[in-house]
């Protein structure tokens, strides 16, 4: 069974700066996929970004040309560099790992306030 341990949430002021990190172990299959999701407080869990296995990254919209990921293959860890943070960034960030199922990390709060 996969287990996912993220780090690195906060509290920030605006325009400031965060980098995520979350480590896998336990897997039986190659990760596919790795990414992050974020739940702000009365809203749905929305999608950030995710890279594959190859390199390849995708991003939402409200998060382009501000978050970059990164993945350790050798590691199982990505990291999500969140700059030019805004208050509308503020939620609970979800890694997750996609090998033939989904796993999901606990999850780890950034706040962004002045």
């Known amino acids: 069974q996969v287990q996912l341990v993220e780090s690195g949430g906060g509290l920030v002021r605006p325009g400031g700066s965060l980098r995520l990190s979350c480590a896998a172990s336990g897997s039986s299959f190659s990760i596919k996929s790795m990414g992050w999701y974020r739940q702000a407080p009365g809203k749905e869990r929305e999608y950030v970004a995710n890279i594959n296995s190859g390199g390849t990254t995708n991003y939402a919209n409200s998060v382009k040309g501000r978050f970059t990921i990164s993945r350790d293959n050798a590691k199982n860890t990505v990291y999500l560099q969140m700059n030019s943070l805004k208050p509308e960034d503020t939620a609970v960030y979800y890694c997750?790992?996609?090998?033939?199922?989904?796993?999901w990390g606990q999850g780890t709060q950034v706040t962004v306030s002045s």
């Open positions: 997750y790992v996609f090998t033939v199922v989904m796993a």
